[in-house]
């Protein structure tokens, strides 16, 4: 008897071993049927060439069709043609699969239909805080009761949107609703992030907590808005995510974890280093600086955003925090790239190419070479000053009105200089002046191509040819009475006022009345 319980024994061994050998090579096979087929070609190559013979090939073969048969879960071994052709056979397989997935929805859009027609009309006498309470209730049971990763993230955001309908329909007077719901679910969302250990709960309730801060982003259509709702919150704003960068750091360099380790340490490393390097963006801007900072300040945030791209860029690598590294050597380049937009001279196109070359090519070059050396303080003596004569210059790289100008027929029949402000230019055809400080005599090219200023020129040129032609006459009064008939003209012309018709009128021929009989004695001279 205990010769057969050792028998019994011994094959039980045998067994177990046989099954383990087998279960080793069924698992150094591959987990594919694409590799399976390819393992199966060269078993079928190596008998062809007579390496391995017959049956030694036809057991390999049999245990890749053995071995396909499990992958893809049929009960029945495969034959050879279907092992072979699987991967036609596949994407049939796909293709009804996509059809049934079709039909599955063809389904649930009538189901919802019929719903809609016979079922809705039941669930809008409802009260609404009806709706209200069971909305939270399933958010609540989502979040709290349920571990489901994916079922959580969707708890959040129904309570979200039962929230947003609460305050529209209790509290859309109250002018800081919208502060108070981020609030509530920044607690709420850290009581369900601890509680779950979830993640994806911490970065909506690290959201949550930047919103209430004043950070904001925005998707209309065809548009994303970054940003803040109001100046004055920026500099909270920035410090505070500060303030959460290093807690999310130091969550992550210590080596024990803890409850606020595995949902919060890269919802504050990636959000505070995004919302920070925004408002540093913003407050280091030009626009922003000039608004509502001193020289001083302005350039006290240049250092500190400078200070702050170089920090991520090597505290990053060394610290092991990819968030802070992507991050913020992101933002220092945008950093850089609007301190060169500021800079550059934005004046024509040749201006903004040569300044990516670091060369600074000036517009109307011969003109300015002529100002200098034929300025006045330059032909001084020598006694003369050398701080003014690079005053002078200074305003002469700025742009300013160059008498040269009117030697050019083109400028000369209606350009002249705007004397309170020498950067400007006075069109008299429009009665307009217009800056030449940025282009020079490119701003006097692109005030001529206006449509406004072709139908002034047109006019203008019209009435110079009326009271040159109309002036030639034999009478002082048939004169006087052409120069009126022109007058008439230009105001009714232009639109002006009859007031203003008669006091110009009466100006201007004053004036002419006293060039015509400036050099002749008349006795009895016409009268107003």
Same mark, same amino acid.
């Given at each position: 008897?205990?010769?057969?319980?050792?028998?019994?024994?011994?094959?039980?061994?045998?067994? %177990?071993?046989?099954?383990?050998?087998?279960?080793?090579?069924?698992?150094? &096979?591959?987990?594919?049927?694409?590799?399976?087929?390819?393992?199966?070609?060269?078993?079928?190559?190596?008998?062809?060439?007579?390496?391995?013979?017959?049956?030694?090939?036809?057991?390999?073969?049999?245990?890749?069709?053995? /071995?396909?048969?499990?992958?893809?879960? =049929?009960?029945?071994?495969?034959?050879?043609?279907?092992?072979?052709?699987?991967?036609?056979?596949?994407?049939?397989?796909?293709?009804?699969?996509?059809?049934?997935?079709?039909?599955?929805?063809?389904?649930?859009?009538?189901?919802?239909?019929?719903?809609?027609?016979?079922?809705?009309?039941?669930?809008?006498?409802?009260?609404?805080?009806?709706?209200?309470?069971?909305?939270?209730?399933?958010?609540?049971?989502?979040?709290?009761?349920? /571990?489901?990763?994916?079922?959580?993230?969707?708890?959040?955001?129904?309570?979200?949107?039962?929230? @947003?309908? $609460?305050?529209?329909?209790?509290? *859309?007077? #109250?002018?800081?609703?919208?502060?108070?719901?981020?609030?509530?679910?920044?607690?709420?969302?850290?009581?369900?992030?601890?509680?779950? !250990?979830?993640?994806?709960?911490?970065? &909506?309730?690290?959201?949550?907590?930047?919103?209430?801060?004043?950070?904001?982003?925005?998707?209309?259509?065809?548009?994303?808005?970054?940003?803040? +709702?109001?100046?004055?919150?920026?500099?909270?704003?920035?410090?505070?995510?500060?303030?959460?960068?290093?807690?999310?750091?130091?969550? +992550?360099?210590? !080596?024990? @974890?803890?409850?606020?380790?595995?949902?919060?340490?890269?919802?504050?490393?990636?959000?505070? $280093?995004?919302?920070?390097?925004?408002?540093?963006?913003?407050?280091?801007?030009? &626009?922003?600086?000039?608004?509502?900072?001193?020289?001083?300040?302005?350039?006290?945030? !240049?250092? %500190?955003?400078?200070? =702050?791209?170089?920090?991520?860029?090597?505290?990053?690598?060394? &610290?092991?925090?990819?968030?802070?590294?992507? %991050?913020?050597?992101?933002?220092?380049?945008?950093?850089?790239?609007?301190?060169?937009?500021?800079?550059?001279?934005?004046?024509?196109?040749?201006?903004?190419? =040569?300044?990516?070359? #670091?060369?600074?090519?000036?517009?109307?070059? $011969? #003109?300015?070479? /002529?100002?200098?050396?034929? *300025?006045?303080?330059?032909?001084?003596?020598?006694?003369?000053?050398?701080?003014?004569?690079?005053?002078?210059?200074?305003?002469?790289?700025?742009?300013?009105?160059?008498?040269?100008?009117?030697?050019?027929?083109?400028?000369?029949?209606?350009?002249?200089?705007?004397?309170?402000?020498?950067?400007?230019?006075?069109?008299?055809?429009?009665?307009?002046?217009?800056?030449?400080?940025?282009?020079?005599?490119? #701003?006097?090219?692109?005030?001529?191509?206006?449509?406004?200023?072709?139908?002034?020129?047109?006019?203008?040129?019209?009435?110079?040819?009326?009271?040159?032609?109309?002036?030639?006459?034999?009478?002082?009064?048939?004169?006087?009475?052409?120069?009126?008939?022109?007058?008439?003209?230009?105001?009714?012309?232009? *639109? /002006?006022? +009859?007031?203003?018709?008669?006091?110009?009128?009466?100006?201007?021929?004053?004036?002419?009345?006293?060039?015509?009989?400036?050099?002749?004695?008349?006795?009895?001279? +016409?009268?107003?």
């Amino acid at each position: 008897m205990t010769n057969f319980n050792w028998i019994i024994i011994l094959i039980s061994i045998l067994c %177990i071993l046989t099954i383990a050998v087998s279960d080793n090579n069924v698992n150094l &096979l591959p987990k594919s049927i694409h590799e399976l087929k390819q393992y199966y070609d060269v078993i079928k190559n190596l008998e062809k060439r007579g390496i391995l013979n017959n049956e030694i090939a036809a057991n390999e073969k049999q245990l890749y069709i053995e /071995h396909a048969s499990k992958l893809v879960g =049929s009960k029945e071994l495969l034959t050879e043609e279907e092992f072979i052709t699987w991967k036609q056979r596949e994407l049939i397989v796909s293709f009804s699969n996509i059809i049934a997935i079709l039909a599955g929805i063809t389904v649930i859009i009538a189901l919802t239909v019929l719903i809609g027609i016979y079922i809705l009309p039941i669930l809008v006498h409802i009260p609404a805080i009806y709706w209200e309470i069971f909305f939270y209730i399933i958010s609540i049971s989502l979040m709290i009761l349920n /571990h489901n990763s994916w079922l959580i993230f969707f708890g959040c955001l129904t309570f979200l949107a039962t929230l @947003s309908f $609460t305050i529209k329909l209790h509290f *859309s007077r #109250d002018r800081h609703a919208v502060l108070k719901a981020c609030w509530i679910c920044f607690f709420v969302w850290t009581i369900v992030a601890i509680y779950q !250990q979830h993640r994806e709960a911490g970065y &909506l309730a690290v959201m949550a907590l930047e919103a209430s801060l004043g950070f904001i982003i925005f998707v209309g259509e065809l548009i994303i808005v970054i940003g803040f +709702h109001n100046e004055k919150v920026i500099p909270s704003a920035t410090i505070a995510s500060f303030i959460l960068i290093l807690i999310g750091s130091i969550l +992550h360099i210590q !080596q024990r @974890s803890n409850i606020l380790t595995i949902p919060f340490t890269r919802p504050l490393l990636f959000l505070g $280093t995004f919302v920070y390097f925004i408002g540093l963006l913003i407050l280091s801007s030009s &626009l922003y600086t000039k608004q509502n900072a001193g020289k001083l300040a302005a350039l006290l945030l !240049q250092i %500190i955003a400078f200070c =702050s791209g170089l920090a991520t860029m090597f505290f990053g690598p060394m &610290l092991e925090i990819p968030f802070i590294q992507a %991050i913020g050597g992101t933002m220092f380049v945008i950093w850089l790239l609007e301190k060169y937009v500021e800079i550059a001279p934005w004046k024509n196109t040749i201006a903004v190419a =040569s300044s990516l070359l #670091d060369i600074e090519i000036a517009n109307d070059e $011969t #003109d300015r070479e /002529h100002l200098i050396t034929t *300025s006045p303080i330059l032909k001084s003596n020598e006694n003369k000053n050398i701080e003014d004569i690079l005053g002078a210059y200074q305003k002469i790289k700025k742009g300013m009105f160059n008498s040269q100008w009117l030697l050019n027929p083109q400028f000369a029949s209606f350009l002249q200089q705007y004397k309170p402000d020498s950067a400007k230019v006075l069109c008299i055809a429009s009665n307009k002046h217009f800056s030449v400080c940025d282009g020079r005599k490119n #701003d006097i090219d692109r005030h001529i191509k206006l449509k406004r200023y072709n139908n002034n020129i047109k006019s203008f040129g019209i009435d110079r040819q009326l009271i040159t032609s109309t002036m030639k006459s034999n009478t002082k009064v048939e004169e006087t009475a052409a120069a009126e008939g022109t007058f008439v003209y230009h105001g009714v012309k232009h *639109s /002006h006022s +009859h007031s203003f018709q008669q006091y110009f009128m009466f100006c201007n021929f004053v004036k002419i009345k006293t060039e015509c009989y400036r050099y002749e004695k008349v006795e009895n001279p +016409h009268k107003c």
